[in-house]
C-alpha cells in the first residue's frame, strides 16, 4: 500500500483518516457505557443488542413449539402411511413368492389376482402422494412458511456481521 502512494508523489500519513474510532485507545472498545461524553464524538451509551448466530437461530427455531407441532403434525402422517405401504408392498411379495397358486387364480378373463394386486400397487402409491400432498397443504404448509419468514428474518441480520 505504501508503494501506491509513494508511487502517486504523497506518503501514507497524508492520506485523510475519516474513521470516527480512529482515536479511541485499546481500552474503549467493547466497552458499552461511560465510552465518552458529550462533544467528544463518542455516543455517551451503545445499546447492547447481540447478534446471534445462523446456528444459534436455527436451534432456537427447531426448539419452538411451532416447529414442534409442524414436525409431530409430519410424522404423525408419514410414519403410519409409510408403515401401512410397506406391509401392503411386503404383503404382496410375500403372496407371489408363498401363494402362487392363489396369485395365478383368474379374477376376469386373463386377469389374475397377481395382476389386480400389482395395478393396486401403483394406485396406491398414487392415492398414497395425493394424501400426502393434501395433507401437507391443509396441515403443515401454512405453518411451516410462517416458521421460514420468521427464520430469514431472524438469519438476515446473522448474515450480515
Known sequence: ?????EQEGRG??????????????????GERSGAGGAGDGHPDTVPEQRVHSAAEIYLEVQ??????????RYRRFV???????????????????????????????????????GLGQFFTTFLLTWAYARHARLRRDRAALE???DTQEMTRGAGQR
Do not use: I, K
Open 1 to 5: 500500500m505504501e508503494q501506491v502512494d
Open 63 to 72: 426448539r419452538s413449539p411451532a416447529f414442534q407441532e409442524v414436525r409431530s
Open 79 to 117: 410414519f403410519p402411511a409409510a408403515l401401512a405401504f410397506l406391509l401392503w408392498y411386503l404383503a404382496y411379495v410375500v403372496a407371489a413368492t408363498a401363494a402362487p397358486g392363489f396369485m395365478a387364480r383368474p379374477v376376469a378373463g386373463v386377469v389374475n389376482v397377481a395382476m389386480v394386486a
Open 12 to 29: 501514507a500519513s497524508a492520506v485523510p483518516v475519516d474513521d470516527p474510532w480512529d482515536e479511541a485507545t485499546g481500552s474503549e472498545w
Open 147 to 149: 416458521l421460514r419468514w
